[in-house]
């Protein structure tokens, strides 16, 4: 029902910026709740961020005030944008859609993943 493509990622200095994006298409993107995971290799995947339909926040502690999760609904896209970037946070970022909100429990539809690395 939700096809997700990010982009974005890439090679950065610590102390760096990226802005991640994810466009959705094949269903209402406006009711869906959406969400950044991220998995290092050897790691459990990590919920980093959602934003829900109406616009719910929630961050994962070790970003917070670092990290701003976005959507415009006019585009079907949201974004993450990741200010202030260490070597902890090099991982492949996930986009996630679900119906109804979650802070425990991801939704089916997985986009295919994209590179953030942090490196000096």
């Known amino acids: 029902q939700v096809q997700l493509v990010e982009s974005g990622g890439g090679l950065v200095q610590p102390g760096g910026s990226l802005r991640l994006s994810c466009a959705a298409s094949?269903?209402?993107?406006?009711?869906?709740?959406m969400g950044w995971y991220r998995q290092a290799p050897g790691k459990q995947r990590e919920l980093v961020a959602i934003?829900?339909?109406?616009?719910?926040?929630y961050y994962v502690e070790s970003v917070k005030g670092r990290f701003t999760i976005s959507r415009d609904n006019a585009k079907n896209t949201v974004y993450l944008q990741m200010n202030s970037l260490n070597p902890e946070d090099t991982a492949v970022y996930y986009c996630?859609?679900?119906?109804?909100?979650?802070?425990?429990?991801?939704?089916?539809?997985w986009g295919q993943g994209t590179q953030v690395t942090v490196s000096s």
């Open positions: 094949g269903s209402i993107f406006s009711d869906y709740t």
């Open positions: 996630n859609a679900r119906f109804g909100y979650s802070r425990t429990t991801p939704g089916p539809y």
């Open positions: 934003i829900g339909s109406g616009g719910s926040l």
